[in-house]
């Protein structure tokens, strides 16, 4: 099952609590909350490219699956990271924050643990 396609957001929970959490400034999480996002994945076997826009904010992350590799969070930090597959799920766990991103059909789920809580998004390919 390949990931490769382009999603957009359908929904998302716990965005705001979720990102003061992650220390990013309110007008930020203000200005991010209603924006629709657009989620572009390129799968090449164990590699993977992943293109996050949201308004005018591009996040790109590139990695190989097992290997570590340099990950830039919703904050603009960068931190290492190794991303392990389990069927069709991609698991990490970066800074104390675990991401959950996984693909049924043409639906990806994402869910983000942060001590206590949890943020999900759902975006469909389109």
Known sequence: MSFTGKYELQSQENFEPFMKALGLPDD????????????????????????????????????TVGEEAEIELPTGEKAKATVQMEG?????????????????????????????LTYKRISKRV
């Open 28 to 63: 930020q999480i203000q200005k991010g909350k209603d924006i629709k996002s657009t989620t572009e994945i390129v799968q090449n076997g164990k590699k993977f490219k992943i293109t996050t826009t949201t308004g005018s904010k591009v996040l790109t992350n590139e990695f």
């Open 88 to 116: 069709n799920k991609l698991i990490t766990n970066v800074k104390g924050m675990k991401s959950i991103t996984e693909l049924n059909g043409d639906t990806i789920t994402n869910i983000m643990t942060l001590g206590d």
